[in-house]
């Protein structure tokens, strides 16, 4: 064991009631690394939350893929592409794709006897994933969709639900307007689903992709586009590399030229307001780590001047300005260490709290959740606190060469 650890060790272990100043500037010290390391979990884990939430509601109900008329990459309205089973089973078997599937888009109003609604209904087939879907039911059961025949089954969101006033087993008049006429039709609505995301819950319904292709005049390998869906999101950028490889510069037997679209690029505005939240994470980071480094110094250079007679002894028995200064540092170190173990118990503990409770609420209509999710990562946690320790540590150095500056025979008769 070295000298200034083994004085360090001596010096932190010692519970001296005459250290009237120092005492509570270790305290200080301490409290000032636990406060900030405990907001930096909880602000990371928070934003990880949100970010991984986020993305997850946009790729459910959208998937992370989809293949589309150009023409409709451009235009509120949807063009029809052709795209048969050969041309999904290739989507399907693109390395990273989980499912891929066809949908059909038609626009149609929605009327009671007192009140209508504009909606989009998205007609989905047998080969939908619906996992996300069946998570985000509050009332009803997720009916078996077909793209051979329709009982126009419709899956409405809980906004729609409460404007028309309707409910599970309801039967209620849709109207679609064509070019030469208007078309109605009657649905029963089988189910009520909520994803907080109004883009979504104030447009779609969702029904059999068979009567949507009729409501438009399709034909039966006509749609929309086609969704792919991913295990794992980081790997969007390859995965949509992999998609357009596979249909890109290419057209359908009817001649339309295809394109791909990611998420990121169908939803610009929210990724926008998910990258705003780095920075926010960066700046709260920066106050936090400073924070700690600040009460850290103060109470380094209050420990220092309170031991001068021990640095005068020191220095008189031959210890160099290096190992006294070695021994505060040390000394620091410890008392950093309290403080994120600390840190580390709060921040984990109110993390893990909002995990099980949900205690802390927000306004859905404006966080697209209803409460604050928070995502907790070891290997985040480990390397703020490696980064807290070392930066204290090095904003540490230079106040540490005050010790150079205390003379033996001048710091024995220090009072």
């Not at 592409?81 to 390395?95: A, F, G, R, T």
């Not at 779609?204 to 295990?231: M, P």
């Not at 999101?233 to 001649?255: I, P, Y």
């Not at 409460?371 to 907790?376: D, F, G, I, R, S």
Request: with cysteine.
């Amino acid at each position: 064991m070295s000298l200034p650890l083994f004085i360090a060790r001596k010096i932190y272990g010692q519970h001296d009631q005459q250290k009237a100043v120092s005492m509570p500037a270790v305290r200080i010290a301490t409290i000032g690394v636990a406060v900030g390391l405990a907001v930096m979990i909880v602000t990371v884990a928070v934003v990880m939350g949100f970010k991984s939430t986020i993305s997850s509601k946009l790729a459910g109900f959208g998937s992370h893929v989809q293949v589309q008329n150009i023409r409709s990459s451009s235009s509120f309205d949807s063009y029809p592409i052709c795209i048969d089973d050969s041309l999904l089973s290739v989507l399907s078997s693109i390395s990273g794709v989980k499912s891929a599937s066809r949908y059909t888009l038609a626009q149609g109003i929605l009327k009671t006897d007192a009140d209508f609604l504009g909606v989009a209904l998205k007609g989905i087939g047998p080969e939908y994933d619906l996992s996300y879907m069946k998570e985000c039911l509050v009332e009803g059961e997720m009916p078996v969709f077909s793209d051979t025949a329709t009982t126009y089954p419709l899956v409405i969101s809980k906004n729609m639900a409460d404007k028309l006033q309707l409910k599970t087993g309801d039967r209620i008049f849709a109207y679609f307007i064509g070019q030469d006429d208007v078309r109605t039709r009657r649905f029963t609505v089988k189910a009520i689903y909520q994803t907080n995301m109004k883009r979504f819950d104030d447009r779609f319904c969702l029904t059999d992709i068979y009567a949507t292709r009729r409501l438009n005049g399709w034909q039966n390998d006509e749609c929309s586009g086609a969704e792919i869906a991913s295990g794992h999101f980081d790997q969007l950028d390859e995965l949509t590399l992999s998609v357009q490889a596979a249909v890109g510069h290419t057209t359908d037997r009817e001649g339309n030229a295809l394109t791909t679209l990611n998420i990121r690029e169908l939803y610009p505005q929210v990724f926008s307001w998910l990258e705003l939240l780095d920075i926010n994470v960066w700046i709260i980071l920066a106050l936090m780590v400073a924070v700690a480094g600040f009460t850290m110094i103060s109470g380094l250079l209050i420990i220092i001047l309170e031991r001068t007679q021990m640095i005068g002894v020191l220095k008189a028995l031959g210890a160099t300005d290096s190992t006294v200064r070695h021994t505060f540092l040390w000394l620091a170190a410890f008392i950093v260490g309290r403080g994120l173990l600390w840190g580390n118990i709060v921040g984990v503990g109110l993390v893990v709290l909002q995990m099980a409770t949900g205690i802390i609420r927000l306004d859905p209509q404006t966080y697209y959740v209803s409460e604050a999710p928070v995502t907790l990562s070891l290997p985040v946690v480990l390397l703020l606190n490696a980064a807290t320790l070392a930066i204290c540590m090095l904003m540490l150095v230079g106040p540490s060469y005050l010790v150079s500056r205390i003379h033996p025979a001048r710091s024995m008769r220090y009072e």
